[in-house]
Each structure stands twice: as C-alpha cells, then as structure tokens.
C-alpha cells in the first residue's frame, strides 16, 4: 500500500479536527470540501460565515456546510480565546487590549484553538508567509518537552524502482526553518526527524547526519559539528538506529558504505537525511525532486508541541488536502 492511501486509510479510522486559519481562501475551502466528502477529517474554517458560505457557492462547493466555521470578528470568539493569550504572553508586558487584537487575527486564533484543545493541529501558509506561520505557532502553541527547535521536513516519495529509502520513502530534514543550526539544534533535528519517520511516513527510520566527511576523512569545525550532534542525538534517545557523520554516498550507497564507513550499521541503509545546514537541505530536496522525479511532500513542521504544517504559497487545492491527511496523522500520534 502506497504512503497517501496508508495515511488516508488513518485519518478515516481515526478523524481529527484540523483548522484552517485562511478559511476565506479559494483553494483552502476545495482542498476543505474535499476532505469533508471523504470523512478524512473534521475541518474548522475561520473567516466570516456570510463569505465562506457565498464562495462555497460561487465553486460549488457541496460539503462546506459540514464544517464549523468561526468568525474572528465575532466578540464571544475573541472573549473565550483572548484570556489565555493573554495569560502566555503577560510576562512579556502585553495588556489584554492588545490579546484581544491579536487573538482577531487569523493565524493566532487557529493557534489558541489548537492550545485550549479546541482542534488537534492547524494548517496554514497559502496566502501567509512560513514567518508568520511560526511566529504565531512559537507564540502561542510552543515547542514540544524536551524540544527547543522547530525543523520542517519533507517526505520524498521515490520513484517505484529505485534502490534507495525504505517502501519509495525517505525524509529529508532541515528544509524549511533553521538556517544554520547548532550542534544541539542538529540533535533535535535529528531525533524529530526519525518521529516523522515512524508516525508520519510509517517506515523505521535509520537517520545518517551528513556533512562532507565521512569517519574522519575531513578535518573541518562544520564537521566536528556534526559528530557532536550525533554524541547528542544519541544522548536524547539511545534506542534511535542514527550515525554521523557520513557523505551522501556514503549514508545510502551500500557498496560505498562498506569502502568509506565498514563499522556503521547505518551506513549504506538510510532513509532518514539529516542535513548540516538549510541551504544544503533546500538545495538537495530540490534538485532530488527536479532531476530524479521525486514527490517532495511537505514541510511537515517538526517539534512543536501539536502538529502544525505550513503551505507554499504556490500550492494548489491538491497540496493542501495533501498535508491536511498529513496533519491529521500527526495529530493521531499526538493524542
């Protein structure tokens, strides 16, 4: 069975509710009406009632009317959620005139749902930036125990023949957040990824660190950065199948493992790529998903406390009904 039909069968046995802050938007209410024909959620729009309802029309939209839509101009919304920004945020000096003018905005709002238990996990980003997707996630959601940075990754949905992952699956991490992570933020990478891995992509993840080095071919800080994240990815979870520092080739080629890491059990086997820096890890998903017609899924956001994806503003219709099924395996995990 192929990833998205696994994680559709999921999310039907199992429905979260997933908000969607841009509930106004065009492709946010077909990717919506579409999850709500399938079963594969329940889905809370925030925008005015009147405009969703006019749009769902003007589209023809059928099933719109299953989900719960809440106003954010709507003053009994902003009095139920405002007191508990309030209460996150007092010590940074904010009064509750200024809670309340926060909580009317979108993003913040589907936030303070997911905080109060009000939905499982939120998807957002088609018309905000992965800037104001964090900020108001950071500020109101927090990152998860033991976890002080928020990585994205991307499953890579291999083509069916190819030698490499495990089921046509790996997960390439950090794409999406941390531009030049430290040893201790590589770690958290690490670890978060190898629980997407499992929860998300459904495959036992066996994580390689890579950098340009493998075992001590290289002599170099941007090196020894990755070894230490390896000391400490281990330190976080001992039981975790994780190996560092390897090249690429090294991490996933079996003959190439065996002449540049022979000792690794990692080495060879990974399908799990955890990258030194975000520019390497943006560069590499895209090259990977241009030249070898590769699916780049995501990015799932990783160690918040509850799941929250973020869109590429070029998404269609399709992608967000994609990482909404996404979210929502997240959110079977979490709960």
């Known amino acids: 069975m192929e990833l998205f039909e696994r994680l559709t069968r999921r999310a039907k046995e199992n429905p979260r509710r997933i908000v969607l802050p841009e509930g106004t938007e065009q492709r946010n209410l077909e990717a919506a009406d ?31 009317h299953k989900a719960t839509i809440v106003d954010p101009a709507d003053p009994a919304v902003i009095d139920k959620y405002a007191p508990l920004f309030f209460e996150l945020r007092k010590k940074k000096g904010i009064s509750m005139e200024d809670a309340r003018k926060t909580t009317a905005k979108v993003l ?12 499982d996990g939120m998807v957002s980003g088609a018309i905000n930036t992965t800037g104001d997707v964090l900020r108001a996630a950071f500020q ?12 994205g990754a991307f499953l890579m949905i291999l083509p069916k023949d190819s030698p490499y992952g495990s089921d046509g699956l790996m997960v390439f991490a950090d794409c999406a957040v941390v531009p030049d992570p430290d040893a201790k933020q ?18 036992d993840p066996r994580v390689a660190l890579l950098t340009f080095s493998t075992k001590g071919s290289a002599k170099h800080e941007r090196v020894d950065k990755v070894i ?37 059990d990692i080495a060879g086997k990974a399908n799990v790529l955890v990258f030194p820096s975000l520019e390497v890890g943006n560069i590499a998903y ?50």
């Open 228 to 264: 230490e994240a390896t000391a400490l990815a281990h330190e976080m979870d001992p039981s975790l199948q994780l190996d560092g520092e390897l090249q690429a080739d090294a991490a996933m080629v079996p003959v190439v493992a065996s002449l540049k890491a022979p000792k690794s």
């Open 286 to 335: 895209k090259l990977v998903q241009r030249l070898a017609g590769v699916q780049a899924v995501g990015p799932l956001l990783q160690g918040l406390a509850a799941p929250v994806s973020d869109l590429s503003r070029g998404c269609n219709a399709h992608d967000i009904y994609k990482t909404i099924i996404m979210t929502a395996n997240q959110a079977i995990h979490e709960n």
């Open 34 to 64: 579409l999850i709500l024909a399938e079963g594969l959620a329940e889905i809370i729009l925030i925008g005015s009632e009147a405009e969703i309802n006019e749009k769902a029309k003007d589209l023809n939209l059928a099933n719109i």
């Open 108 to 119: 913040y709002l589907g936030a303070l749902m997911v905080k109060a238990g009000d939905a």
């Open 186 to 203: 590589l770690a958290q990478i690490a670890v978060c990824s190898a629980k997407t891995a499992k929860e998300v992509a459904g495959i």
């Open 140 to 151: 109101v959601i927090k990152t998860a125990p033991g976890i002080d940075t928020v990585s």
